[in-house]
């Protein structure tokens, strides 16, 4: 079992920048692919950004490329979320995400067959 709790969320004005953390335990961090997701209210779940268990792969949803920056530190066993010039459509619960994995680039695209989430963080954006 892992356990993945999530920090950093809260009220940013719009264009500015936020840090969302998540923290694992449970189990050994490595070999377990990371992502984050978002859901807005009346809206699909999406995944925003994912990171191999290596580190060296990542994916963005296209509206946040270049704005958005996943990260993780394995020693730290957490994975972070650098979110810069956010707009008033990036508000949403946010949820951590882990999938373990045998390859080093697997990275999370969709929620299907992912088993462990976090609790989810509030990110409210005002324009």
């Known amino acids: 079992q892992v356990q993945l709790v999530e920090s950093g969320g809260g009220l940013v004005q719009a264009g500015g920048s936020l840090r969302l953390s998540c923290v694992a335990s449970?189990?050994?961090?490595?070999?377990?692919?990371m992502a984050w997701f978002r859901q807005a209210p009346g809206k699909e779940r999406e995944a925003v950004a994912s990171i191999s268990w290596t580190g060296g792969s990542t994916y963005y949803l296209d509206s946040v490329k270049g704005r958005f920056t996943i990260s993780r530190d394995n020693a730290k066993n957490t994975v972070y979320l650098q979110m810069n010039s956010v707009k008033f459509e990036d508000t949403a619960v946010y949820y951590c995400a882990a999938d373990r994995t045998l390859y080093n680039d697997y990275l999370i695209r969709s929620d299907a067959g992912i088993n462990y989430w976090g609790q989810g963080t509030q990110v409210t954006v005002s324009s």
């Open positions: 449970g189990r050994t961090f490595s070999r377990y692919g």
